[in-house]
């Protein structure tokens, strides 16, 4: 086998293609800002710059393994260029650390620790630039862009939306929208991946944690939240708790001590949505018409679909999301009540996701001229007020979601991975529920990371094509092939996010261990389950046949005259 | 919006090359042309015609000084300011450049659309320093009185 010698260790080259990647094999943490393993290599940022056995200097992202290299990671003159790029990267930065939304996470004050500046010798010479705050999903920075095009590559190379990119040339380079637009008018689907990558808070999530203290401490308005489902295996990852473990039961009891009224699972939407979701698919096969059925749960592919795929709106399923569904259920369910205290219910939604912000704003999301979902908090902002409480989350006893909506089935919980709404929905349509039938479900070819899945099922005596896609240049790709008559699909469910919600822009970011420890976590909550079929849980059957008879369409469909 | 000349000339344009994401610079140099500057809803429309993200082709038109967001007049000044042609004064031709048309670092074209002064980095022509050029016009060995004169004469031909 070829080797290459990392600080005088023996490293073997297994197929990869740059020694960064080798370097992180040896178990040495190199500093980048513009490496990513899932995006091209971009070579800006000159933060991973080795030292040869030859005194050459180059960088390890770009430079091929060759059988003999001997490298050195950390030698002076490596530390020198490495101090001295994090200084000028500074000179034009804001450096308003300490009041930055990024402060303790941010990866240019961490690597300026790292490796040592003190001081900054340099004027900054940059001119202020206008915050963008246009978008309810996140915000731009300028004056905090390093320009190691991140979020220029997410945003085209994995979600296929490429609204942002260099523009100027030199000095004068800039990262924005085509002539500088607000992102709001851009064709942005609100994914907050481009925020996810960003080492700074160039770009960053639009935060509601103060609106939130506000409501809390208004004793007229009833406080309502709902958590979804792959909110519970990412939220521990900021308090010390294995990565993927489920943290439901101990998010409840943070958000009970914070001072929220009641706590519900989004999971009990999700399987709202099952239901409605299933019986939707059932008449569209019957009738042959609008198909595909695409699901509607994932806004960023609504808006990817709205804005790039008009010719498939109306294949949309009409379903709200589940978030929709069960806000719009929960503001029904306490208008009494409301009318009797005296109070406002105030539906927060925790959410892996930034675009669900600028769902909750959609007039196709409303009942009635009413604004259903008052607010959402991202994964990262609620750990944001958890550690403003001061609470010990890692030390909280579990406990459970409020009646009347405290159980939700396994298919439900299983919407937080790729595959997961396909899988519930199949649930669903089964015969036979037994233990078998989930496990056939669980290997027809849902599950797993492949950026499109296919499936096939038997539905009576009708096969039914499936597709499961996750990213949205994935999906784009898809629909070219539909649109051009290369494949066809009964089914195809789309989430914005690679991976799905577990890995959505509100989450706390993570690199392959996380991905995978997250997708176990969510199918650990589902084995673990009581009921794991949408149709069997007992609150769901409660639901439709006393309170929403008459009113399915209205309360859990988008209103699209 | 602009008149729908305008969109049917970029097809036109776009024709010739044909729709590829290469064609992207010729096709936006042959509507600079053709309008002396690239009308920023052509350079949209280009985009959407070649499959290219309209950030990319942003992307790619400002990172050329050549390409220009703004109308242009009917005349442009193009003053030298490279090495050879700022050392024998070429800010004193610019300056009197100013006087002359009004204009000023921050306002580059008169709002009759006569004249658009712009710097460049050098023309090439080091030899005739200091140099100046109208539309493709050299214009060497300049000094103040030659561009009062120049600037009357231009002005008279409208």
Redo the contacts between chains.
């Keep these: 086998m070829d080797y290459i010698t990392i600080d005088s260790k023996k490293v073997p080259i297994e197929g990869e293609k740059n020694v960064l990647s080798l370097i992180r094999k040896a178990g040495i943490e190199i500093p980048t800002f513009c490496y990513h393993s899932e995006l091209s290599i971009y070579g800006a940022c000159r933060m991973c710059v080795v030292e040869d056995d030859r005194g050459k200097i180059f960088a390890s992202c770009s430079e091929q393994p060759r059988p003999g290299m001997v490298i050195y990671t950390n030698t002076k003159r490596v530390q020198r260029y490495r101090k001295l790029i994090i200084e000028l990267l500074l000179s034009s930065h804001c450096r308003d650390c300490t009041t930055c939304q990024k402060n303790g996470m941010c990866n240019l004050q961490s690597l300026a620790y790292k490796v040592g500046v003190h001081a900054v010798r340099f004027l900054n010479h940059r001119k202020e630039e206008p915050i963008d705050m246009s978008s309810p999903s996140i915000v731009r920075d300028p004056n905090k862009c390093i320009l190691c095009g991140d979020c220029v590559r997410t945003c085209d190379e994995i979600q296929g939306v490429g609204v942002l990119d260099f523009a100027f040339r030199g000095s004068k380079m800039k990262v924005q929208p085509a002539f500088n637009k607000p992102i709001g008018e851009t064709d942005c689907v609100g994914c907050g991946q481009c925020a996810s990558v960003c080492p700074t808070a160039a770009i960053s999530i639009r935060t509601n944690v103060t609106d939130i203290w506000d409501a809390i401490e208004d004793p007229d308005i009833r406080v309502v939240a709902q958590i979804a489902p792959a909110v519970r295996v990412a939220v521990g990852d900021a308090f010390g708790i294995p990565k993927g473990e489920n943290s439901f039961g101990k998010l409840v009891a943070a958000l009970r001590i914070m001072g929220f009224d009641m706590v519900f699972d989004t999971s009990f939407g999700a399987d709202l949505t099952v239901m409605e979701e299933s019986k939707e698919l059932v008449e569209r096969i019957k009738s042959g018409e609008k198909l595909p059925l695409f699901t509607s749960c994932c806004p960023g592919w609504v808006k990817f679909c709205e804005n790039r795929y008009p010719e498939f709106v109306n294949n949309l399923s009409t379903c709200r999301s589940p978030q929709g569904m069960f806000s719009a259920v929960i503001k029904d369910y306490f208008a009494d009540m409301d009318a009797k205290d005296g109070k406002k219910t105030m539906v927060v939604s925790i959410m892996p996701c930034t675009a669900k912000k600028s769902e909750i704003l959609r007039p196709d999301n409303y009942t009635d001229g009413r604004q259903d979902t008052d607010f959402v908090l991202t994964t990262t902002e609620v750990i944001r007020m958890i550690k403003q409480m001061g609470l010990q989350f890692a030390e909280l006893e579990n406990e459970s979601a409020d009646a009347p909506f405290s159980v939700s089935s396994g298919g439900g919980k299983i919407f937080g991975t790729t595959g997961g709404v396909t899988e519930a929905v199949l649930r669903r349509l089964a015969n036979d529920k037994t233990y078998n039938t989930i496990r056939e479900i669980s290997y027809s070819g849902v599950r797993g990371f492949e950026g499109t899945k296919e499936a096939s099922v038997m539905l009576g005596d009708r096969e039914v094509k499936i597709a499961v896609v996750h990213g949205l240049a994935n999906a784009g790709r898809l629909l070219d092939k539909i649109k051009s008559g290369e494949v066809s699909y009964d089914f195809v469910e789309v989430m914005a996010c690679r991976r799905g919600c577990i890995m959505g822009g509100g989450q706390p970011s993570g690199g392959a261990r996380t991905r995978v420890s997250r997708m176990e976590g969510i199918y650990k909550v589902d084995t673990t389950s009581n009921v794991r079929y949408s149709d069997e849980n007992p609150a769901v059957k409660q639901l439709y046949d006393n309170f929403l008879t008459g009113r399915e369409h209205k309360l859990l469909h988008r209103n699209l005259s | 919006m602009l008149e729908q000349s305008y969109y049917e000339k970029a097809d036109e344009i776009v024709a010739q090359y044909g729709d590829e994401a290469r064609f992207l610079i010729p096709i936006i140099q042959d509507i600079q042309s053709c309008y002396r500057y690239l009308p920023?809803e052509l350079l949209?429309y280009v985009a959407k015609k070649l499959h290219i993200?309209?950030?990319?082709?942003?992307?790619v038109a400002?990172?050329y000084e050549n390409f220009s967001?703004d109308a242009k007049g009917k005349y442009i000044l193009r003053v030298c300011d490279g090495t050879a042609c700022h050392v024998r004064k070429s800010m004193a031709i610019l300056d009197q450049l100013y006087k002359e048309t009004g204009l000023s670092k921050e306002k580059h074209t008169t709002d009759d659309m006569l004249f658009t002064l712009e710097t460049v980095s050098c023309l090439g022509a080091c030899g005739l320093a200091p140099v100046m050029t109208v539309n493709d016009v050299v214009y060497p060995s300049m000094t103040p009185e030659k561009v009062t004169e120049l600037i009357k004469k231009l002005k008279e031909e409208g």
């Design positions: 920023p949209s993200n309209e950030a990319k082709a942003y992307s400002t990172f967001f």
